[in-house]
């Protein structure tokens, strides 16, 4: 077997050895330590174990599904040798193809969707959403996600036939581009689509935001309230956008259901996140995973013998790329959680306040159903954020020395 045929299909079979491996784990959440319950009754910890278990046990099951369903169509069509749409412009063909994979992908993975998305959030108490009005956010989500595929499907393919020796490197260029855009354009244009953003009314904590950014030496951007209530019961803020759409968004129930000085805590850690440039640096890293990616995938190619550029190989390549998010999955996630201990420390430094933020993660975990202290495997593979015991001990910790 070649080294590309290897790779694609060793990262298939490991990809799904990761899923049942999940399955397998999140079947039997850990033991509640005696430290998780210092800070929540143990119902508490349970119910949001059982919410969380659907939901990793789901992701696992709809990603094997993606991985099965495109591996089908690699090895029946690719293998036997795609017939090219007569007459049509290679451009046309990919952005036909990867249309048409994205709608099969969709309708196998609706149910779930659904499942997860409307009937797990009812049976929680989060979702605020009637059938219609769920089904009107996810059918512009797939329109959204869909056509910027397929127009990113295109461009990638203008880079691989346009350089048949350097498409990595240059797809690696255009996608930092890419991401540059998106980060630019996606709040002036796409959240909109889904929700509503008013201004924050001016008044003391409009001050004291602008004060606890000048506190960092930091211009404040816009800060926007967003009608989330109209989707779901969760609290959440956080920060989007570079240059002149640069913004803190708060969910519009945080701030009706938290004090004054719990939303100061989380602009704070919102602040902390500019101060560091995190989504600069996320846009370079992702960059640095695109270039690894490319290299690989040129491999793939090589093992197929296959000309990069060839509308035909669509599949292969969202095939390769899912499984590649997938395995990275974890080393983007350490360095999510690095970010955010990083955001939480400035927090502190700005607010002085490290029981308050104890305090305050503790009640956006209870609102939130949060998986507290979850499985080491879970946590390495999943968390974004460190789990909410680890960070009031971090935020202890702090406390402590002050
Ligand atoms: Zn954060």
């Given at each position: 077997?070649?080294?590309?045929?290897f790779?694609l299909?060793?990262?298939?079979?490991?990809?799904?050895?990761?899923?049942?491996?999940?399955?397998?784990?999140?079947?039997?959440?850990?033991e509640?330590?005696?430290?998780?319950?210092?800070?929540?009754?143990?119902?508490?910890v349970?119910?949001?174990?059982?919410?969380?278990?659907?939901?990793?046990?789901?992701f696992?099951?709809?990603?094997?599904?993606?991985?099965?369903?495109?591996?089908?169509?690699?090895?029946?069509?690719?293998?036997r040798g795609?017939?090219p749409?007569?007459?049509?412009?290679?451009?046309?063909?990919?952005?036909?193809?990867?249309?048409?994979?994205?709608?099969?992908?969709?309708?196998?993975?609706l149910?779930?969707?659904?499942?997860?998305?409307?009937?797990?959030?009812?049976r929680?108490?989060?979702?605020?959403?009637?059938?219609?009005?769920?089904?009107?956010?996810?059918?512009?989500?797939?329109?959204?996600?869909?056509?910027?595929?397929?127009?990113?499907?295109?461009?990638?393919?203008?880079?691989?036939?346009t350089w048949?020796?350097?498409?990595?490197l240059?797809?690696?260029?255009?996608?930092?581009?890419?991401?540059?855009?998106?980060?630019?354009?996606?709040p002036?244009f796409?959240?909109?689509?889904?929700?509503?953003?008013?201004p924050?009314?001016?008044?003391?904590?409009?001050?004291?935001v602008?004060?606890?950014?000048?506190?960092a030496?930091?211009?404040?951007?816009?800060?926007?309230?967003m009608?989330?209530?109209?989707?779901?019961?969760?609290?959440?803020?956080?920060?989007?956008?570079?240059?002149?759409?640069?913004?803190i968004?708060f969910?519009?129930?945080?701030?009706?259901?938290?004090?004054?000085?719990?939303?100061?805590?989380v602009?704070?850690?919102?602040?902390?996140?500019?101060?560091?440039?995190?989504?600069?640096?996320?846009?370079?890293?992702?960059?640095?995973?695109?270039?690894l990616?490319?290299?690989?995938?040129?491999?793939v190619?090589?093992?197929?013998?296959?000309?990069?550029g060839?509308?035909?190989?669509?599949?292969?390549?969202?095939?390769?790329?899912?499984?590649?998010?997938?395995?990275?999955?974890?080393?983007?996630?350490?360095?999510?959680r690095?970010?955010?201990?990083?955001?939480?420390?400035?927090?502190?430094e700005?607010?002085?306040?490290?029981?308050?933020?104890?305090?305050?993660?503790?009640?956006?975990a209870?609102?939130?159903?949060a998986?507290?202290?979850?499985?080491?495997?879970?946590?390495?593979?999943?968390?974004?954020?460190?789990?909410?015991?680890?960070?009031?001990?971090?935020?202890?910790?702090?406390?402590?020395?002050?």
């Open positions: 077997m070649s080294k590309g045929l790779l299909w060793g990262g298939v079979l490991a990809s799904l050895a990761l899923l049942a491996l999940l399955i397998l784990i999140s079947l039997s959440p850990p509640i330590s005696s430290k998780t319950l210092t800070y929540f009754e143990r119902a508490q349970e119910k949001g174990q059982t919410y969380a278990q659907v939901r990793y046990i789901s696992a099951v709809g990603q094997a599904i993606t991985i099965l369903v495109l591996s089908a169509v690699v090895i029946l069509l690719f293998h795609w017939v749409l007569a007459g049509a412009s290679p451009y046309l063909q990919v952005m036909i193809y990867s249309f048409l994979l994205f709608v099969l992908l969709a309708a196998v993975s149910p779930l969707e659904f499942y997860r998305g409307f009937m797990l959030e009812h929680f108490g989060f979702s605020t959403q009637g059938l219609g009005a769920w089904f009107v956010d996810y059918g512009k989500g797939f329109i959204v996600n869909t056509v910027l595929t397929v127009v990113m499907f295109a461009g990638l393919y203008l880079v691989l036939r048949p020796l350097h498409w990595p240059v797809g690696a260029g255009a996608f930092v581009l890419f991401l540059a855009l998106q980060a630019w354009l996606w002036l796409i959240d909109p689509l889904f929700h509503k953003f008013e924050l009314s001016p008044g003391p904590f409009k001050d004291r602008v004060e606890l950014a000048a506190g030496g930091i211009e404040v951007g816009d800060v926007l309230v009608d989330a209530s109209r989707q779901t019961t969760k609290v959440n803020a956080y920060f989007t956008g570079v240059g002149q759409t640069k913004r968004v969910y519009d129930n945080l701030l009706r259901d938290f004090s004054q000085r719990e939303a100061e805590l602009v704070a850690h919102e602040i902390g996140h500019w101060k560091h440039h995190h989504i600069t640096l996320g846009m370079l890293l992702g960059t640095g995973g695109a270039l990616f490319f290299l690989l995938y040129r491999l190619l090589a093992g197929y013998g296959a000309p990069a060839h509308p035909a190989t669509v599949p292969l390549l969202l095939l390769f790329m899912t499984v590649f998010s997938l395995l990275l999955m974890p080393v983007q996630n350490t360095v999510s690095a970010f955010e201990r990083q955001a939480d420390r400035t927090s502190i700005l607010t002085g306040d490290a029981a308050g933020a104890a305090a305050m993660s503790a009640n956006l209870t609102r939130n159903l998986d507290v202290q979850p499985h080491p495997f879970i946590r390495g593979l999943f968390f974004t954020h460190p789990p909410t015991v680890e960070r009031i001990a971090a935020f202890e910790e702090l406390a402590g020395r002050e």
